[in-house]
């Protein structure tokens, strides 16, 4: 099979994939729409039989909500992800027929005075590297840059062919790999800070405190729950550590992901 024959069938198979994520995305906007209303009427047809019995079906729904709101949010990220394959996959064709002169060209990659670069056309309109980049990262730009600009030895080219040899039937798990890229691309800032980060202490498994809290949280929790439940403890205290419960994981779920997010920026 031709490679543009290979890139129309999968363009026709992720064209499938994207009706199915698109309907179902539909089908959980309904959902989600139903448990609302559901709710509301639990509200209302509920008030007479107590707080106990609006509170069990409320949290019941508010649970299934949720649920739907994580679906809701991974088949947004699934559509994306679909998304920038097909992208892929049309450009592919488009370099294929030619039309490449759009992408990066690595001009700014040329060193100056190069005994070939600029004679053979290695960067800049309708280079080499234009026509076979495929990376989406600094570290990748660089790396196929000094591929271009430097001769290899024997031994490192047949090694490169062989990689090409493998590589070049995966094209599906290439693009999967190169669709991630595009999502969050990474650079050597990136690789800086990882680095960084790797050679300092686990905050959050290291640490005795945390391993014990890990624990001792959920029974805390559940004994709170039991005492009010048989009247040891009165509701405006049972509401307030209620609240605590639902602050204190939300502020060390933000700050992990404060410290996560600072690598990837």
């Not at 049309?90 to 030619?98: D, F, K, R």
């Not at 686990?202 to 809290?213: D, E, P």
């Amino acid at each position: 099979m031709l490679p543009t024959d290979s890139y129309t069938t999968h363009i026709e198979q992720l064209n499938q994939r994207l009706a199915r994520l698109e309907q179902r995305k539909n089908q959980v906007a309904w959902a989600r729409f139903f448990i609302v209303v559901l709710i509301a009427i639990c509200l209302w047809g509920l008030y007479d039989y107590g707080i106990w019995s609006i509170l069990i079906f409320v949290v019941a729904l508010v649970a299934v909500f949720i649920r739907l709101v994580i679906l809701a949010a991974d088949n947004k990220s699934a559509i994306a992800h679909v998304s920038r394959l097909l992208a892929i996959n049309h450009q592919e064709l488009a370099i294929a027929a030619g039309q490449y002169t759009g992408l990066p060209d690595g001009a700014h990659l040329l060193p100056a005075g190069h005994d070939y670069a600029q004679d053979l056309d290695v960067f800049g309109r309708a280079s080499l590297y234009q026509y076979m980049n495929r990376t989406v990262s600094q570290q990748g730009n660089a790396t196929l840059a000094q591929w271009l600009l430097r001769p290899a030895t024997a031994e490192a080219i047949l090694q490169r062919q062989a990689a090409a040899r493998e590589l070049a039937p995966a094209y599906a798990w290439r693009q999967e790999l190169q669709a991630y890229g595009i999502e969050e691309p990474v650079s050597t800032a990136t690789e800086r800070k990882v680095i960084s980060w790797l050679k300092e202490d686990n905050t959050y498994s290291n640490k005795t405190a945390w391993r014990v809290l890990r624990w001792v949280y959920p029974v805390i929790a559940l004994c709170v729950l039991a005492s009010y439940s048989i009247g040891l403890l009165s509701a405006p205290w049972f509401w307030g550590l209620f609240i605590v419960f639902i602050i204190f994981p939300f502020l060390s779920a933000k700050g992990l992901s404060r410290n996560t997010g600072a690598l990837i920026r």
